[in-house]
């Protein structure tokens, strides 16, 4: 009764005097709004990034992916933030399921970076160029267990399973997919992005 009452006044207490509720109120950190039509997804509007060949028209800052918070802001267009939203929600959580919590925070390694692939001299511009890409190293759960691409992919218990398990349930959301088995580059974080390939998703 008294947890109602003191809801209850919160709930009053974050009407606007137009008497329409200040959805602000509620989010997890000040100055987070809605992105991309999306309510999974929290953060920032950007404006337009533009330098050469690199660039994203509406890119969003997402801190809040599907309840999921990322230890930095991922710059990213919205078909890739809304792809990660998804997979999230539908995919990533199933994948630790067997540990017995949820994905509290992703440690995000890169997103908008305007570079070539893997940095390498000469090589294609890579998708996180374009905000299409995202590189996730870490994921942390609800009690307090670290999933770690790099410390725990060859493990044979369960925190293998379930890094492994994410890997693969990636595979489809995003149409590349990259983790350690592809290269040498990938040996400590999955890097995921929404480029289309005509023979389907490439996960390696
Ligand atoms: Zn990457």
Redesign the pocket.
């Known amino acids: 009764m008294r947890v109602a009452l003191i809801l209850a006044t919160m709930v009053l207490a974050a009407c606007t005097r137009s008497g329409q509720p200040d959805l602000s109120a509620y989010s997890p950190e000040p100055g987070l709004t809605r992105l991309c039509n999306n309510p999974a997804l929290l953060g920032q509007v950007l404006d337009d990034v533009s330098e050469g060949a690199c660039g994203i028209d509406n890119p969003v800052a997402v801190r809040y992916v599907a309840g999921v918070r990322l230890s930095t802001p991922a710059t990213l267009n919205c078909r890739t933030a809304n792809t990660l939203a998804d997979w999230v929600e539908n995919d990533a959580q199933n994948a630790v399921k067997k540990l017995r919590s949820r994905i509290s925070e992703m440690t995000v390694?890169?997103s908008y970076a305007c570079r070539s692939r893997?940095s390498q001299p000469g090589a294609r511009m890579?998708?996180?160029a374009l905000g299409n890409?995202?590189?996730i190293g870490v994921f942390t759960l609800a009690n307090g267990v670290d999933l770690s691409v790099e410390n725990d992919w060859r493990d044979n218990g369960k925190k293998g399973q379930a890094i492994r398990a994410l890997h693969g349930s990636a595979c489809g959301p995003f149409g590349t997919v990259?983790g350690p088995n592809s290269d040498r580059?990938?040996y400590n974080?999955f890097?995921?992005?929404t480029a289309a390939y005509r023979s389907g998703s490439y996960c390696r």
């Open positions: 390694f890169t893997n890579s998708e996180h890409a995202i590189d990259l580059f990938h974080h890097h995921l992005d």
